[in-house]
């Protein structure tokens, strides 16, 4: 009798653990994961939700710099890791859409074995040419794309979404392009303002610096409307071209993240973004916060999903 009662209290203490250290997160410092090289836009992400996020909660978040494989590695290293809500990553539509779609051997299922917590902020493809060059407008250089041989760009990789934008816009525009794929944003703008490509397909955020430095001349983007620090520059909607995309980053952790803790998170994603100082400066680098429950960012991934994946199959980008 009595070795039965030890033993009910023993699972009862056990049952009541996992709750008891959600209620109690975080007690010691937490991970968040930047799978891009240092930096860069993520790395700017990453540090602003990890301040937000160690004055919120009163215990430090840090960031742990893990580039490789496309940020598959560090991304793995969170589904490897404990749901304890002491190790997150910083995920963006190349993780959790377009990889997941173009190679099925990638080693994790983002929906199965992670907990896609968060929307942060994204930032529209821009088209850029060289400030030097003859091309001045979106129409000259759509009238170049047609009258040559094809137009040759930067994106940062294959299968990325500046790629996927590219080439969506030159197949409704009627153009032809080729495609020079680099492992990362910098050496593409490098020899795009180098002259040695016609045009890069990039983020707003990588792009905005050498934009405003004269270098580079931004001809059209990807967002829905006109962005407030480049309210010159066009949108390839407005200029009759049905393309809006984003590339956008999220907050992840592993798979059967407690609920409490989970929403904790996303709330204070939320208000780290909102911050009237945090708005200016993305704005600034040329991105922009949304606010997503975690249903609607469930929501959302599956809608990208939907949309990106005949691109990528048109591409030949799909892996057997």
Known sequence: MLGRLTACIALATLLATPAASAQDWPTRPV???NTFAAGGTADVLARTVAEHLSSAFGQQFFVETRPGAGGSIG?????????????????????????????PKLGYDPKRDLTNIGYVAGSPIVLSVSANGNIKTLQDFIEQGRAGKPLTYSSSGVGSSGQLVAED???KAGIKIEHVPYKGASQGLTDLAGGHIVFSAQTMSSTAALVRGGQLRAIAHSNATRMPDFPDVPTLKESGYDVVATTWFSISGPANLPNDITEKVNRQIARAVSNPDAQARLQRDGLIAHIMSVEELSKYIDAETARWRPVLDQLGLIGK
């Open 169 to 171: 816009f030159a197949k």
């Open 31 to 33: 991970r968040i994961v």
């Open 75 to 103: 991304v793995q290293s969170v589904v490897n890791s404990p749901p304890d809500g002491y190790n997150f990553a910083l995920t963006n539509i190349t993780h959790l859409v377009l990889a997941p779609i173009s190679n």
